[in-house]
């Protein structure tokens, strides 16, 4: 520990300081820097290995090791995905350890190493760790070092004799499929494949919506298409089961902008034309148009509850969890079996599965707040009592 709180003084240190008026300075001292932020990534790796193998994270409130590091370090999903990987293989890449603590080889060559042979047995493991540092000794990039990786598992594969052909060629073409991955900016691409009798369904629903609509439509077949799907998904002019949630003012005028369940935001303008051909349902919090105090009449939330508590909750109610609302349950806060949470609106809360579950096996640890919203906060307390780290170091499977 005081090492480390040496190396965050120095760190802080160096933070505040503007870098020096030479490019040249510059590169030679962030060369440096880098070495000795891969060997920090060797002592972090290390101690997340000891924390993922001895389970510590669940008496915490924390499912998996990588949701520790996305919520308490604050990494993004592939990074800390990347890091976990490290951390499990180190004990089988005996090479790449030692070089990685000793500054002599950087963290993304090992964290590729890592990925390569994550799969592979002890014995291909470590012909493959001589091979691919082989590969580092002769300049090849981190992104080569990765293709050959992969090369790698598919020779062990095609000499297994247990080779498998892509996602796509394994579902054949009997059967339709359809696969979607959501942009950045709320979007989506669609990727998939019709068998002939759905294929004709497409083309006899979607083809005479996909006719331009005059001389003036300059929209070519793809973009057309896609409106005549939008179209006949949303059932025409029918009103459609889609959330936004927005202010009275953005309605009427205004310019504040609305969101979908899920956060994404939706530009003033765009929620009023949603709006046009939508029903209106007005988020009411006492007894009203949709019923939504049933009080322990009735242990489950009706489906307009739900739908009120998923405009309140973006995401579970504990602090830091990015599960998503809509894939939550509804919690009764206090309990509905101790009978202290009826079904009533304003005492119920979205939380995903495995911290419900948490919720009521570790209730000490478990501290409940409102926010000026409303919106129940839960924050999960240290463990009451800490056991002391593991003398030995397991290895991970």
């Not at 040249?24 to 440096?32: F, N």
């Not at 790698?152 to 499929?177: F, H, L, N």
């Not at 949303?234 to 953005?250: N, P, Y």
Request: proline share 6%.
């Amino acid at each position: 520990m005081e090492l480390v709180d040496a190396l965050l003084a120095i760190a802080g240190e160096l933070a505040d300081r503007d870098a020096p008026d030479s490019p040249a300075a510059c590169m030679q001292l962030a060369e440096s820097l880098a070495k000795a932020v891969d060997q920090q990534e060797s002592a972090l790796a290390d101690l997340i290995g000891r924390v993922d193998v001895s389970g510590e994270t669940r008496r915490w409130g924390l499912p998996s090791t990588q949701a520790w590091l996305r919520s308490r370090l604050g990494m993004r999903e592939s990074r800390a995905r990347e890091r976990v990987t490290l951390a499990r293989q180190r004990h089988r890449l005996p090479q790449v350890t030692k070089l990685l603590a000793a500054g002599e080889l950087t963290y993304g060559y090992a964290s590729t190493v890592a990925e390569s042979v994550a799969r592979l047995d002890d014995v291909d493991c470590a012909k493959a760790e001589t091979l691919l540092l082989e590969m580092v000794d002769q300049g090849f990039s981190a992104g080569k070092v990765a293709s050959f990786g992969r090369r790698i598992r598919d020779v062990i594969a095609e000499r297994e004799g247990t080779e498998t052909p892509d996602d796509d060629a394994q579902r054949g073409y009997e059967q339709s499929w359809i696969t979607t991955t959501r942009s950045l900016d709320g979007g989506r691409y669609v990727k998939g494949w019709l068998n002939a009798e759905d294929a004709a369904i497409w083309d006899g629903t979607l083809a005479p919506l996909a006719k331009p609509a005059g001389p003036d439509d300059q929209r070519d077949l793809p973009e057309r298409t896609a409106a005549a799907l939008t179209s006949v998904l949303s059932g025409g002019q029918k009103a459609t089961k889609v959330t936004v949630i927005c202010d009275l003012d953005t309605l009427t005028g205004g310019d504040t902008p609305g969101r979908l369940t899920d956060g994404t935001p939706i530009p003033a303008e765009q929620a009023r034309r949603i709006a046009l051909s939508a029903g209106v349902s007005p988020l009411i919090l006492g007894r009203g148009h949709v019923p939504l105090y049933l009080g322990h009449r009735q242990r489950f939330a009706t489906a307009g509850q739900r739908q009120t508590l998923e405009t309140l909750y973006p995401t579970c109610a504990v602090q830091g969890c990015e599960v998503p609302g809509i894939l939550c349950e509804v919690d009764h806060v206090n309990g509905w079996t101790l009978g202290r949470s009826p079904t009533d609106i304003d005492q119920l809360a979205l939380c995903c599965g495995w911290h419900n579950r948490f919720k009521h096996a570790n209730a000490e640890q478990m501290r409940i707040t409102r926010d000026s919203t409303g919106r129940y906060v839960y924050r999960i307390l240290p463990p009451p009592t800490r056991t002391a780290p593991p003398t030995d170091y397991p290895q991970a499977a």
